[in-house]
């Protein structure tokens, strides 16, 4: 704080302070805060507002616990989004390792150009062309059906859409922090393992991976957020039994018109990600500090 | 089973460059061969194929008699200390040490009973569950030949590992492996670009330059017989006079040069009627002495306690190096002066110029 001042005086200092603090209160304090008072307060109608009726309680929160459906959906978004990441992560790390161990610069350069360039479009398109792709008449059944290796097209859509889809999505947040790791691991700690005679799966368990530890709770960090939060891939590719737990939010809000059940569930789905994401890095040995960076 | 490391004509080509070409010598069992050369000269190129990082593009490796071709650095009875040692920095000591063990698929207490008996070895008692970045550099040295030996390699490849340490850890270090060598009778093949490490260490040295091999010798006859006008410059200092060899008799050359009519040993490519060059060491070079005699202007004496370095010019403007024991310095010209040299005939080579 002192060193800002220092560095760009009293009234400017005094100016980005203020930005910074009006963007946490306004934009990050303020709607947890009223999101928080909605889920406890009752639904009631606008006369009753303010009444007798308007008290806190735990209700909405205790509904969905005590809702089995909603319970299921619940629990399925977390280990769903549990099993993105590790799904991301088991695609991702070969890449990341090659990118970071053995292509030459021209091959790095592709790499990451044809990595990157599908994220120029919006992610509702990219999952559209998913949509597509995996359509029960589509071009991947078209293929499979033509090399004779399935005899009547799949229905794709389901689980297995939405996992794809959210695996292709995600997969740069993976990459790119275990690239990242991988990069500074000095090669010939990875040939003195290879003298000392061990396979290559040792040499990754025991040399490659713990170097890259922050890096891939970095990576399962993200993609874990990033899939419990999701709306668009399960929305889109999902079907009635692969429901996920945000579309349940998106019901109450828009659809059951009950805003205080909906914040109350996004509560619970806010909660339960940082209590995910910091057992993960508490399991890793690395502080947030690391993975902002 | 023996290890004996023979290179037979092996070249290696990256591309466009061409990094070694046909090498060929033998390391006995036991040895200690250093290859000696300045940056860039393939030695280390030479290194990785006998480890098994690269193959070479011609010619072949054999350890123990046996082909090397298409085994892998985990397959060959040879262990690699790195150059930045490589430690495993998130793993203690112990755990770096009995790597290679555990990849051997021994159980743990085995594993731990035998670091220790290598911390005792290298007197790191102790220091088992300290992590590498804990130890000092020596330490951390020390550890990296432990890892290596936990194998038992019938070959140790160095690769300059004693170059990140300061000097008097450097010299300790050296003793240190010699020491380690002879008690485990190992195989080693040390590279370096310092020529007092590879003499005052080695049995035999391999000299190389520009990826083609100079000569193989023992530290003595390096210094003493050059083979070639490389190995003459690169391995200690020396004053270098051309000129065109008159009679090649008994062992010795004479050779006319600009500064007079000089005699020495007749090396390599000595020639009556060829052109040649008489290497002299500066330790050879003695004011007052009127055999092989060579004028010079002395410009600084630098005073370097057990000698003095004596710099001048010869009177056709050659650099001139002598070095005069503390003990005749009282003899010694002062800067500024005109001096005679002299130096004896055995003390001294001829080689032609290639």
New interface residues.
């Given amino acids: 704080m002192r060193d800002l001042y220092g560095r760009f005086g009293p009234w400017l200092a005094t100016v980005f302070l203020s930005l910074v603090f009006i963007w946490l209160a306004g934009m990050v304090l303020a709607p947890n805060l009223m999101m928080i008072d909605y889920a406890l307060r009752p639904n009631l109608p606008p006369a009753a507002i303010g009444g007798p009726d308007d008290s806190y309680s735990l209700d909405n929160i205790l509904y969905l616990a005590g809702e089995p459906t909603h319970r299921a959906i619940f629990l399925k978004t977390i280990w769903a989004s549990a099993l993105v990441a590790l799904v991301t992560f088991l695609v991702c790390y070969p890449v990341a390792y090659w990118m970071a161990q053995h292509a030459t610069t021209g091959q790095l350069s592709l790499a990451l150009l044809l990595i990157i360039i599908p994220f120029f479009i919006n992610e509702v398109l990219r999952t559209l062309a998913w949509f597509i792709i995996l359509a029960y008449r589509g071009p991947l059944n078209a293929v499979l059906t033509n090399l004779g290796l399935i005899d009547a097209p799949i229905r794709w859509q389901g689980d297995g859409g939405v996992l794809a889809a959210m695996v292709y999505a995600y997969i740069l947040f993976m990459l790119l922090p275990i690239y990242n790791a991988i990069e500074s691991l000095?090669k010939?700690?990875i040939?003195?393992?290879?003298?000392?005679?061990?396979?290559s799966w040792?040499i990754h368990t025991?040399?490659v991976i713990?170097?890259a530890k922050a890096g891939i709770a970095t990576g399962f960090v993200f993609t874990f957020m990033l899939a419990a939060g999701s709306y668009v891939a399960p929305a889109l590719l999902g079907s009635p039994g692969s429901r996920w737990f945000t579309e349940i939010i998106y019901n109450w809000f828009f659809e059951g018109g009950d805003w205080n059940r909906g914040a109350a569930y996004a509560l619970v789905l806010l909660v339960l990600c940082l209590a995910v994401v910091l057992i993960t890095l508490r399991i890793a040995r690395v502080n947030l500090a690391d993975v902002a960076k | 089973m023996s290890h004996s490391v023979e290179l037979a004509q092996i070249g290696m080509t990256f591309g466009t460059t061409r990094a070694v070409s046909d090498v060929s010598f033998k390391v006995e069992q036991g040895e200690f061969f250093s290859i000696l050369g300045p940056s860039g000269c393939g030695k280390t190129t030479i290194l990785r194929m006998i480890?098994?990082?690269t193959e070479p593009t011609e010619g072949r490796v054999l350890i123990g008699g046996r082909d090397m071709k298409g085994l892998?650095?985990?397959q060959r009875p040879?262990?690699?200390i790195?150059?930045?040692l490589?430690l495993?920095p998130?793993?203690p000591v112990w755990e770096n040490i009995a790597?290679?063990l555990?990849?051997?698929g021994v159980g743990k207490a085995e594993r731990r009973r035998k670091a220790d008996e290598l911390l005792r070895l290298i007197a790191l008692e102790g220091y088992g569950d300290r992590m590498p970045g804990e130890l000092s550099g020596g330490q951390r040295q020390r550890v990296a030949i432990a890892?290596?030996l936990a194998?038992e390699p019938g070959v140790l490849l160095l690769d300059e590992p004693l170059s990140a340490l300061d000097l008097k850890l450097r010299q300790h270090m050296r003793a240190e492996l010699r020491a380690l060598q002879k008690r485990t009778g190992v195989t080693f093949i040390y590279i370096t670009h310092d020529q007092s490490e590879a003499l005052a260490m080695s049995d035999r040295v391999a000299v190389m330059s520009a990826g083609l091999l100079q000569q193989v010798a023992t530290p003595r006859e390096l210094y003493d017989n050059p083979a070639t006008a490389f190995v003459a410059r690169f391995v200690g200092e020396t004053n270098a006079i051309s000129g065109r060899i008159s009679d090649v008799q008994d062992g010795r050359a004479r050779i006319d040069t600009a500064l007079g009519i000089l005699t020495g040993r007749a090396g390599q490519g000595a020639r009556t009627g060829a052109q040649g060059t008489i290497y002299i060491r500066p330790e050879a070079l003695m004011p007052g002495d009127p055999v092989n005699a060579l004028d010079a202007r002395i410009e600084r004496v630098d005073f370097e306690g057990a000698f003095a370095l004596v710099h001048g010019r010869f009177a056709d403007g050659a650099a001139l190096a002598a070095s005069v024991p503390s003990t005749r310095l009282a003899e010694a010209p002062a800067p500024g002066a005109e001096t005679r040299f002299g130096f004896a005939p055995e003390h001294a080579v001829v080689l032609g110029d290639a």
Avoid at chain 1, 194 to 199: E, I, K, T, V, Y
Wanted: charged share 20%.
């Fill in positions: 000095e010939a700690q040939e003195a393992a290879r003298d000392l005679g061990a396979s040792r025991r040399v713990p170097h | 480890a098994g990082f892998g650095p985990n040879t262990a690699m790195f150059q930045s490589a495993f998130l793993m790597f290679g555990e990849a051997r890892r290596a194998v």
